[in-house]
């Protein structure tokens, strides 16, 4: 199968494999594609395929990640005396949410991982395919807002969901969801797009951080 037809698979699947895995409360020990649960680990739930070898993949295809709010989001958001958000202001917080994602990953794989970053299959290439799901922007700035105080107790929330596979067979070799929360408290404050971008920024660093210590890890396990 090429590798864009296995990337527009994966991209009409990821929602319901996610869901199907976050509506468990007790997690399957073995996913329904063979994968086995990982204990300890520093990301909520965590699946892998037995003995999966990553330090064979030198270099990362990187796609990028579908974004989704959670259930509701808008209409909750327009329950808000003297706030309309539009669908328009969705998509922009969607886009402006992916090239930040794409930002980060590739800052640290490159730069703190040395990473070779491709758009394209070879024996030696990984696909990192992500989603953040359940995203909640607690005070979006959007027009007619900007400026305006609220008592905000966190930028928001969201749910990164992610699969590596290879890029030659299409094999999935890991699934991975973990949850954050923005924890930088506040009380009264004004809706600030440059606030919850940095608590965005945070929250994606610390994935990519884990991405790239496993992938680290696992080079030092065969070395």
Same mark, same amino acid.
């Given at each position: 199968?090429?590798?864009?037809?296995?990337?527009?698979?994966?991209?009409?699947?990821?929602?319901?494999?996610?869901?199907?895995?976050?509506?468990?409360?007790?997690?399957?020990?073995?996913?329904?594609?063979?994968?086995?649960?990982?204990?300890?680990?520093k990301m909520a739930l965590v699946y892998a395929k037995p003995e999966v070898d990553l330090?064979?993949?030198?270099?990362?295809?990187?796609?990028?990640?579908?974004?989704?709010?959670?259930?509701?989001?808008?209409?909750?958001?327009?329950?808000?005396?003297?706030?309309?958000?539009?669908?328009?202001?969705?998509? !922009?917080?969607?886009? @402006?949410? #992916? %090239?930040?994602? /794409?930002?980060?990953?590739?800052?640290? &794989?490159?730069?703190?991982?040395?990473?070779?970053?491709?758009?394209?299959?070879?024996?030696?290439?990984?696909?990192?395919?992500?989603?953040?799901?359940?995203?909640?922007?607690?005070?979006?700035?959007?027009?007619?807002?900007?400026?305006?105080?609220?008592?905000?107790?966190?930028?928001?929330?969201?749910?990164?969901?992610?699969e590596l596979m290879d890029s030659v067979t299409g094999d999935m070799l890991v699934k991975?969801?973990d949850n954050k929360y923005d924890r930088t408290r506040t009380h009264i404050q004004a809706?600030? !797009?440059?606030?919850? @971008?940095? #608590? %965005?920024?945070? /929250?994606?660093?610390?994935?990519?951080? &884990?991405?790239?210590?496993?992938?680290?890890?696992?080079?030092?396990?065969?070395?």
């Amino acid at each position: 199968m090429r590798i864009m037809n296995l990337l527009t698979y994966f991209i009409f699947s990821l929602t319901l494999s996610f869901n199907a895995l976050a509506e468990q409360r007790d997690p399957p020990e073995v996913t329904v594609d063979g994968l086995h649960r990982v204990k300890d680990t520093k990301m909520a739930l965590v699946y892998a395929k037995p003995e999966v070898d990553l330090s064979q993949y030198n270099r990362i295809y990187l796609t990028e990640p579908q974004i989704s709010f959670t259930k509701h989001w808008l209409q909750t958001q327009n329950s808000i005396p003297n706030q309309t958000v539009r669908k328009e202001d969705m998509q !922009r917080i969607k886009t @402006e949410l #992916a %090239a930040l994602f /794409m930002e980060v990953f590739k800052d640290e &794989l490159q730069n703190n991982g040395g990473y070779v970053l491709v758009d394209g299959a070879a024996e030696d290439v990984l696909i990192v395919h992500p989603a953040i799901v359940d995203l909640d922007v607690f005070a979006p700035d959007v027009p007619g807002t900007t400026g305006t105080r609220s008592a905000i107790p966190s930028a928001g929330s969201m749910t990164l969901y992610m699969e590596l596979m290879d890029s030659v067979t299409g094999d999935m070799l890991v699934k991975a969801i973990d949850n954050k929360y923005d924890r930088t408290r506040t009380h009264i404050q004004a809706r600030n !797009r440059k606030r919850n @971008e940095a #608590a %965005a920024r945070q /929250m994606l660093g610390d994935w990519a951080n &884990l991405l790239r210590l496993a992938l680290d890890e696992a080079r030092t396990v065969v070395r």
